[in-house]
């Protein structure tokens, strides 16, 4: 037995959000009913001409250009052939040796903050083909999707684990939601991968036929069914039986295994040849500098600014940048927090040195208000986070209240759920539940002595060393307020008081 390297490459499909489709004015839309959104043209009738959708010819030179690819200065649409019964016209349109980008690459970051780069072979556009849909007794073909545009994103074998495959999907789908090209949906089929996997002994600088395994339809699947690969591959190499033909498998979801579907076919089986019914496209330096300029943030570019903006840790600026929604969310409940602070009476000076003194501080809290507090609720009641009700605004003044110890955190949590249900306003629900921070030190000095007089058994217990009692003490002055005492205040008045008996 041996050791092996494993060679991995992706390939995905990424359904445009245009409104129309590839090569037709058919609706792109998801539809609620099969074969509505159909023409002759998807439906791939003898004498129809197809016309090229500009926008989705946009869509795939933003997709070059966030992913760093040369855009082509001329770029032209290939017949590639096969017969399947998704597939009326018998040939797919795609692009074969003259794709719109070639090149380019996507770093992506490892959990311990390693960048690794996967080199990217091209991009082409192309048509998606029908769906078959099985039924019990027979097959059924939807022709919604028959047309709809796509972006093939082809990597070099440049992976090595699968973690690193998940790790680079997961990017590239912030990247396409980021640039507005794809809602990238896996579970929808907007975002669809196929990988390629074959083993080699370590040393050796070959590449063998790889197996490649489709029907991926989560990021979990890919790893999963990697993992499967690797191992039934070892087992082969190890008899030595590797595989001697590439091959098409398919992940099937039940078993947990991958199966075999057929022998892929070389590229001289498709026949490809150039389209006779569209132009080539040549596509100008100011086409391309013009959708460069207008390029929006990227992820990456994101995070690193909110790691030195913002003071975050890199994972906790990933979890935010993840979801542009989320990014900008936070963002704006920062710039909130940001207007209060200096609108404060203070003698601290001048703006820049009081967001010196609490800007750290703020960012990481409001950081963690939204990835655990906001986060939490969200998965509990199984809404999206663009169906949040608590507006930045509240969130921020919620957090001031907190940070003027106006009241504490376990007020703050049931101030936030009630936000959370009602979108209501922090100070608001403060006022009409009189949840105001308890502070007065007399009064929570009674209670303290009160406390102690009726646990004299816990009391000698703390005496003994078990300090950890003391939040016992603690938790009955709460009770005894409601919760409404500031927690900090009763333990310093406990521990003062025992310490002096
Ligand atoms: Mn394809």
Redesign the pocket.
């Known amino acids: 037995m041996s050791d092996y390297e494993i060679i991995i490459g992706l390939?995905i499909?990424v359904q445009l959000n245009t409104q129309s489709k590839m090569f037709s004015g058919d609706s792109n839309a998801d539809a609620l009913e099969p074969n509505v959104q159909v023409s002759p043209i998807s439906l791939g009738h003898p004498g129809t001409l197809p016309m090229i959708n500009k926008k989705a010819v946009e869509y795939a030179v933003l997709a070059g250009l966030a992913l760093n690819s040369e855009i082509a200065k001329f770029t032209k649409f290939d017949r590639k052939h096969y017969f399947y019964p998704d597939l009326p016209k018998g040939y797919?349109t795609?692009q074969f040796d003259q794709p719109i980008c070639v090149g380019g690459y996507l770093d992506v970051y490892d959990a311990n903050k390693e960048i690794f780069r996967v080199n990217l072979e091209r991009i082409h556009m192309?048509e998606d083909s029908a769906k078959n849909v099985h039924m019990s007794d027979a097959t059924l073909v939807d022709f919604n999707r028959a047309g709809s545009p796509?972006v093939?994103i082809v990597t070099k074998p440049d992976i090595h684990d699968p973690k690193t495959a998940r790790l680079f999907l997961q990017e590239l789908q912030t990247l396409v939601r980021y640039i507005g090209i794809s809602d990238a949906d896996m579970e929808k089929g907007h975002m669809r991968a196929d990988a390629n996997i074959s083993l080699r002994p370590v040393g050796d600088d070959a590449l063998y036929p790889k197996i490649e395994v489709k029907n991926l339809n989560s990021f979990k699947a890919v790893e999963k069914a990697l993992l499967y690969e690797i191992n039934r591959q070892t087992k082969l190499w190890d008899k030595q039986e590797a595989p001697e033909v590439t091959e098409t498998r398919g992940w099937d979801e039940a078993e947990q295994k991958t199966v075999r579907q057929r022998v892929k076919e070389e590229a001289a089986d498709y026949r490809y040849f150039p389209e006779p019914d569209l132009p080539p496209l040549t596509l100008t330096d100011e086409y391309i500098d013009d959708l460069r300029r207008r390029m929006p943030e990227l992820p990456q570019q994101r995070r690193e600014r909110f790691r030195v903006e913002y003071f975050l840790s890199m994972y906790d600026a990933s979890v935010l940048v993840n979801s542009s929604d989320v990014s900008n969310y936070y963002e704006h409940v920062i710039s909130e927090l940001q207007g209060w602070l200096y609108s404060l009476d203070s003698t601290e000076g001048s703006n820049e040195e009081i967001w010196d003194i609490n800007g750290k501080k703020l960012c990481r809290l409001a950081c963690n208000w939204i990835t655990s507090e906001i986060f939490g609720l969200l998965s509990k009641s199984k809404q999206p986070f663009s169906a949040l009700k608590v507006t930045a605004e509240n969130l921020a003044e919620l957090m001031t209240m907190v940070y003027e110890n106006k009241i504490n955190s376990s007020a703050a949590q049931t101030i936030l759920k009630h936000m959370f249900e009602h979108g209501s306003d922090p100070s608001q629900v403060m006022e009409e539940q009189d949840l105001e921070q308890m502070q007065d030190e007399d009064a929570l000095g009674k209670l303290c002595d009160e406390a102690i007089a009726m646990n004299p058994a816990v009391i000698e217990e703390i005496k003994s060393g078990k300090d950890r009692k003391l939040m016992f003490l603690v938790g009955q002055v709460m009770k005894a307020t409601n919760g409404k005492a500031n927690p900090q205040m009763v333990t310093d008045l406990l521990r003062d008081k025992i310490d002096l008996k």
């Open positions: 390939e499909h797919q795609s192309e796509l093939e």
